[in-house]
């Protein structure tokens, strides 16, 4: 069966060249994805993986390095690396010192 | 944009040439989402456990800031005025990155060479595989479902919406790239450039010439 990733050849729009500098959140995205790959602690597979398997409402809603930071997330739960517990706790503690989530 | 973002591009003194030509947007570091929040957060557990390093995350980012199509272009510029080097880059496209000093990684490149008869275009239809090392980090159209999905089958029509329009009577190929192989297109090079030297001849190669959406430009 074809996953949702999986869309080549399929009916499509026009191509309208987007592109925008990255935001620095989204580099930092991508710099912990190459420090833990360099530490063997995540893989391109792995990363693959948890990007397939977010669903295709959430793949299609989220931006590219919010799927990113979802799949390695997850990632570090499966691993062990990091627990539910610990992110859930970091979580509020940054919400709480950044002023709360804005739309 | 924010002061962090703007610090950094002051701290590493690359060349950013190649930005200049586009309209900086505003970065999205002022707003705090779900997923700006765990990206903080995740990063800050990592440091905790010393895992990553404040540090390392600044370098990696500089060096991702360093890569641009500049790094392409040398390759391009050499492979146009030495044939030799030309045969080199389209048996082993990571040793002729070697070659010029140019670091792709573990990844096999793999070197596509446009001619009167073939034009070559990349895609990556399962995700963003995409020639970072030599190009930077790939465009938004380039990850879109609409590239993706069409660049495979309709790839005339897609290379039409970037203005570029094959002769019916050129092959047109286009090559999905896989998480352990990436591609570059090598440009024709322009009529009326026999008396450019290398770098002006690379200021030709553009990153689009190299994906294989666009030709090279003329002086």
Redesign the interface.
Known sequence: MRNY????????????????????????????Q???KD?Q?LS??EM?RN?ESLGADVYEK?????RW??A??NT?VQRG??TID??AR??V???AR?????? | MSGDHHDHDHDHGHDHAHDHARTFRPDQDDTITHYRAMEIAVRELLIEKGIITPDGVRRAIEFMDGRNPEYGAKMVARAWVDPEYKKRMLADGSAAAAELGIDVGLLKLVVVENTDRLHNMIVCTLCSCYPRNLLGLPPDWYKSRNYRSRAVNEPRAVLREFGTTIPDDVEVRVHDSTADMRYLVLPRRPAGTERLDEAALAKLATRDSMIGVALADTP
């Not at chain 1, 592109?19 to 959140?25: F, G, I, K, S, V």
């Not at chain 1, 989220?62 to 919010?66: A, D, F, G, Q, V």
């Not at chain 1, 950044?98 to 739309?103: A, I, Q, S, Y």
């Open positions: 990733h999986d869309m080549g050849g399929l009916p499509a729009g026009t191509v309208v060249p987007s592109e925008h500098d990255y935001a620095l959140w989204e580099k930092r995205v991508d710099a912990m190459m420090l833990l530490k602690l391109t597979d693959r990007i989220l931006t590219y390095y919010e930071c979802a390695i997330t570090l690396v990091i610990e992110l970091k979580m503690e940054v919400q950044e002023g709360g989530l804005k739309p």
